[in-house]
């Protein structure tokens, strides 16, 4: 029973970290996505030139998509911004300061800077306006982010190994004088091992079985509390984290079962090689 728990414990506080991780690269790239940059076109250019430019920046392999903004639609959606101030823009309409632009998204934003570059070399382009520096604080987040997770990952890995194989050579102890009667009657050491790495598979199993349904029904409740209020949600382009779907509970349950399994199994065969020297 100590075994059990002591592995399904193990159990959680890895796969806990690893959905936490997800998430939170979820929540980085939604945030990434929402980054785009606003290409001003001069003022000669002409509307039958447009789509050739969305040709061009939409074959630009660092651009995931292009659209295009006249300059009556971008006066509209000021308008639309400063509701109860639409008189002060009634003047605008007749003689429109504002230039036609493309609104193009990045696909990478670690080359954000090179792309804007080569945009701003072309012809058509007037000026540029792009989060250059948060998007640098973003790319150093999601690094810093990685590498925590890595060692956050690493430290709880070895940390439950010795958890669990302390546990089990605990558990064979208790058994040593059983171990040393069958290996003086002539049981080989085979013999004695394959009732141990059974018992291993099955406690790993059953662990495996427990930290599913607690990650689940914890899961479950937690996100289901969270998402309650989705408008934070909406702001950074995302209707919800995670969620436990089929795939994701395949995988969760597959790696609790395949780790319990493996490791009960293993950690029990290997704790009885000292009581087999007799």
Known sequence: MASVCVLMVSLLLVGVCVLFVMNVEILLDAIENKNEIVVFLKDEVTVEEVPEIEDTLKSMGNVSSAVYCSKEQALDNYINQMEGYEDIFE???????????????????????????????MSFTQSIQAPTDFVEVLNKLKKVVSLI?????????????????????????????????????GATNSFIRVPF??????????????????????????????????????????????????????????????????????????????????
């Open 197 to 278: 790495f059974f018992e291993g598979l099955f406690t790993g199993f059953i662990a495996g079985v427990g930290a599913s349904a607690v990650t689940y029904f914890g899961y479950t409740k937690l996100m289901n509390i969270i998402t309650n209020d989705i408008s934070f949600w909406e702001v950074i382009g995302v209707a919800e984290p995670l969620p436990f779907d089929n795939e994701v509970r395949i995988f969760v349950i597959s790696l609790y079962l395949c780790i319990g399994a493996v490791i009960g199994a293993l950690g029990s065969v290997s704790s009885t090689t000292k009581h087999l020297q007799v």
């Open 91 to 121: 003047s605008l309409k007749t003689d429109n300061p504002l230039p036609d632009s493309f609104n193009v998204k990045i696909a990478d934003t670690t080359q954000l800077t090179q792309t804007v570059d080569q945009i701003n070399a």
């Open 149 to 185: 997770s890595i060692a956050v990952l690493s430290v709880l890995i070895v940390v439950s190994l010795i958890m669990i194989s302390n546990t089990t050579r605990a558990s064979v102890y208790a058994r040593r004088r059983e171990i040393n009667i069958m290996k003086y009657v």
